[in-house]
Every structure is written in C-alpha cells, then in structure tokens.
C-alpha cells in the first residue's frame, strides 16, 4: 500500500486545517488507517484512527472533540479534519495504514509526513 499525505501548513492558534491521506495499491489488505505524529525531540504518537468496514474511530485524548477522522471508501482517501488547533498539535502528521488500532505496530504502510504548524 502507498501512502501520500497532504494538507499540512501553517495556521493560527483557534484555526483548522484538513489533512488528507491517499492510499494506493493493495488497499483490501488492510483494516484501518491511522494518523500520527511526531513534534521535535519527542516520540510518534497516536492522533486517531479508522477502520475502512465500519467507521469505528480512536482518538487521543489530546485530541478528542477538536479532531475528526473519516473515510471515502470510493476514493481511498482518509481525512483528518482539526478544529481548535493550539501550538501543542504541532508536529509532522504521518497516515499509516495496517490493521485497525491505536498502536503503531499494528501498521506497516506509512506515508511521508506533512507538516503542521500552529505558532505559540
């Protein structure tokens, strides 16, 4: 599976940005796409995730209520729709696809990153 991320960018804190992740290739082998996030000097960490059947969800806490993650089945895309965004949320976004769940080991495709930018 091929992943290409994009939508990242610099806005201000109380803004919102879509984030979209394409996928291509053997997309039937996998369960669930997921949203990651790596801010300098800290470790990837888990934003939220969707399985492609039911449009089950997982959300961080730190991100509960101001992210919203959904799925076009007929275009292969995930998006990730951030509301109220704040300084903390910025980081490079990675969308990975695998098996549906919050843990990174679950997934084995990943896409390039896009930047997200939200000045203090």
């Known amino acids: 599976v091929q992943l290409q991320a994009y939508g990242g960018g610099l806005v201000q804190a109380g803004g919102s940005l879509r984030l979209s992740c394409a996928a291509s290739?053997?997309?039937?082998?996998?369960?669930?796409t997921g949203w990651f996030r790596q801010a300098p000097g800290k470790e990837r960490e888990f934003v939220a995730a969707v399985s492609w059947r039911f449009s089950s969800t997982f959300y961080a806490d730190s991100v509960k209520g101001r992210f919203t993650i959904s799925r076009d089945n007929a275009k292969n895309t995930v998006y990730l729709q951030m509301n109220s965004l704040k300084p903390e949320d910025t980081a490079v976004y990675y969308c990975?696809?695998?098996?549906?769940?919050?843990?990174?080991?679950?997934?084995?495709?990943w896409g390039q990153g896009t930047q997200v930018t939200v000045p203090a």
């Open positions: 290739g053997r997309t039937f082998s996998t369960t669930g």
């Open positions: 990975a696809a695998g098996s549906f769940g919050r843990a990174a080991t679950l997934y084995n495709s």
